[in-house]
């Protein structure tokens, strides 16, 4: 168990204790800076605590302390513990903590003045659970007037719904001693005189009857306020019905307000493994800071995680780690990330071999590490891997085999074989293209059959139909409109924002797009293109569900449409070269090169970091008769044939 301390000294900020929020600060006025503390049990064995700035303030913490306490002390399951307030009652202005408190909780001074003071030299045993510390428990607050039956204590929260755990520590600092004694009454009459026993009055209700505090040791008293009216709570100790008696006393209190933290840190495995590979290559991005997957919306970028439930950990299924000038080997953490689909090293200046255990990772799909300097040959097991999609062009000392064996011979052996491979492909194009030219008709409706049906089972996140219309809250909220169809607005699993956009069933010219869209997004991830999360294909409802884009299009932002959100030129500048890294890919780290064919403000999406997504991908080169595609492809072979032949003579 631990407690967390925090001294902060800015004006104002959030806190997050892993992917939960703790408090709000706002110093507004504070010039000794205050302080936050929790009673956190952690479910994993890292505990992330991040500083998110309000406005325009830029967060800052002085001090951060973590605290180990025992196991069986404040507990209280499924909630953490918001501190309140932790006092002892004396006239002073001495803070008490380590060493005299073990644990280095800190102890306030607290004294109303119709109170009256009692205090001891003897020892005071606090041995229990909670181990007090002696030095707050060697002074009590009794009431100040000889005949007063009552001690108060007020105090107020913010919100009056929260639920408050009260820890009361008491110990009889006046021991009767009934030996010795010369008085004349009958002990039985001392002990009445003396005996101190008083009701624990919480907002009108009796918590505890007739409690009688131990001689010079401490007893703690636990109890649970379900809420304070309009957020004023009240504690009464009150003296017994009998005349006879001590008035009540508190030695020392602690108030805490119940948090829950729902939401679970990101798997322990996976964390440790996406910090070893920031370490190994040096990956300073400003947002990979706190919990990788939780809260989404500070989702570290380049990361991708599966959300279940708040009970289950988030795990991390998509790593795009392209064009970040990573240097060395693949390392082998990446392994232990158990549940990654999609894996993104292209356009890097990695070296090495390509490791076998990609092969033993049994969630992948994905694996793009085109444009490198790897070399050696790829794991057969790897190329043997189905629904495998594996890109690994750009590689001159890499391939595609199990071994690399360089043949010797003259020249015109090097020739030979592929002088020998482009010709039998032509001769195999030229069978095609005239099989295709005697049954065009049936082969080009046998296509458009074929084509009708998205074949996206395993690769993508499956939605029906009827979740759409709860996502959408049946097609509420309209965010945008085309030759395809219309895009809403949803939630998906209630927390995460996504564009869902559906096709109109009467587009002829819609389908095409759809598909291409399809096509190409199944097979491209990078930074600047805009995420697929998952599809629906219940005919006749077909709709592609994406990650919102928080900040709109371009073009809204170009004409002043966010009022004072301006675009300055600094962020212009960036969205162009985000803009380009995103058609560079396309052109470069796609195999076959992909088009887009339809650049233009309003498919260029911002989202909540302004970060530059290229979207609607429906216009994308995509060949509509088949003749032009057996052109095209035979045009390539030969291009590539002498290519092939040019290079080999020279």
Request: contains cysteine; neutral net charge.
């Amino acid at each position: 168990m631990e407690t967390t301390m925090v001294s902060v000294i800015i004006r104002a900020l959030i806190l997050y204790l892993g992917p939960n929020k703790w408090a709000r600060v706002d110093l507004e006025g504070k010039v000794n800076g205050t302080v936050e503390e929790v009673i956190h049990v952690p479910r994993s064995n890292s505990l992330q605590i991040c500083l998110v700035k309000t406005g325009n303030s830029l967060p800052f913490v002085s001090a951060l302390e973590l605290r180990l306490l025992r196991n069986d002390t404040y507990v209280v399951p499924d909630v953490s513990l918001k501190k309140l307030f932790r006092r002892y009652y004396r006239q002073s202005d001495r803070l008490i903590r380590y060493p005299d408190d073990v644990f280095d909780r800190i102890w306030s001074p607290f004294f109303l003045p119709e109170w009256k003071q009692i205090t001891t030299t003897l020892e005071v045993n606090n041995s229990n659970n909670f181990e007090p510390p002696k030095a707050a428990l060697k002074s009590a607050a009794i009431p100040r007037d000889v005949n007063g039956t009552q001690l108060t204590i007020n105090w107020t929260l913010d919100n009056p719904t929260e639920q408050v755990h009260l820890y009361f520590h008491f110990a009889e600092l006046q021991p009767l001693e009934i030996e010795g004694n010369s008085s004349d009454f009958p002990a039985d009459i001392i002990r009445m005189l003396h005996t101190r026993k008083f009701y624990i009055v919480v907002n009108g209700n009796v918590t505890v009857d007739s409690f009688v505090p131990l001689d010079l040791a401490v007893n703690t008293v636990e109890t649970v306020v379900k809420k304070c009216e309009g957020g004023k709570c009240s504690l009464q100790l009150v003296k017994s019905e009998s005349i006879l008696g001590r008035p009540p006393l508190v030695n020392a209190m602690e108030a805490f307000t119940a948090i829950k933290f729902p939401n679970s840190e990101t798997d322990p495995d996976d964390v440790v493994s996406i910090k070893i590979l920031q370490d190994t290559y040096g990956l300073n991005k400003t947002d990979w800071q706190g919990d990788p997957c939780s809260p989404q919306q500070y989702l570290w970028s380049g990361l991708n995680c599966s959300y279940m439930n708040m009970s289950t950990s988030p795990r991390i299924i998509s790593l795009n780690l392209s064009s970040h000038g990573l240097t060395g080997k693949i390392v082998p953490q990446i392994q232990n990330l158990t549940e990654l689909q999609i894996l993104d090293l292209s356009n890097n200046k990695l070296t090495g071999r390509v490791p076998e255990f990609l092969a033993n990772m049994k969630s992948l799909l994905f694996i793009n590490i085109s444009n490198n300097n790897l070399d050696g040959s790829i794991p057969r097991a790897l190329l043997d891997r189905k629904k495998l999609q594996l890109y690994f062009e750009g590689n001159p000392k890499l391939c595609g085999l199990d071994t690399c064996k360089i043949s010797s011979g003259n020249k015109q052996n090097k020739i030979i074989v592929p002088v020998a491979s482009a010709v039998a492909i032509f001769i195999v194009v030229s069978v095609l293209i005239v099989v295709f030219i005697k049954k065009r008709p049936s082969s080009i409706q046998a296509l458009h059959s074929a084509t009708t049906s998205l074949s996206l089972e395993g690769k993508m996140r499956r939605i029906s139909y009827s979740e759409i219309q709860l996502m959408t809250n049946n097609f509420e909220r309209v965010i945008g409109e085309g030759g395809f169809g219309v895009v809403y607005h949803a939630y998906l699993d209630d927390r995460q924002q996504v564009a869902v956009k559906v096709l109109s069933p009467s587009s002829s010219q819609g389908y095409k797009q759809f598909k291409a869209e399809v096509e190409l997004l199944l097979r491209v991830h990078h930074a600047n293109l805009v995420s697929l999360v998952g599809y629906c294909d219940e005919q006749p409802h077909l709709a592609l569900i994406y990650k919102y884009m928080t900040n709109g299009d371009l073009k809204a932002h170009l004409l002043g449409k966010y009022g004072e959100c301006v675009l300055n030129w600094a962020n212009r500048l960036r969205v162009a070269v985000e803009v380009a890294l995103g058609l560079e890919y396309l052109h470069s780290g796609c195999k076959p090169p992909m088009v887009h064919r339809d650049v233009k403000s309003v498919n260029i999406l911002l989202d909540e970091h302004l970060q530059a997504k290229l979207a609607d991908f429906g216009l994308s080169i995509f060949p509509l008769e088949m003749k032009l595609m057996f052109r095209l492809v035979l045009s390539a072979l030969l291009d590539t044939w002498i290519l092939s032949i040019t290079k080999h003579i020279a």
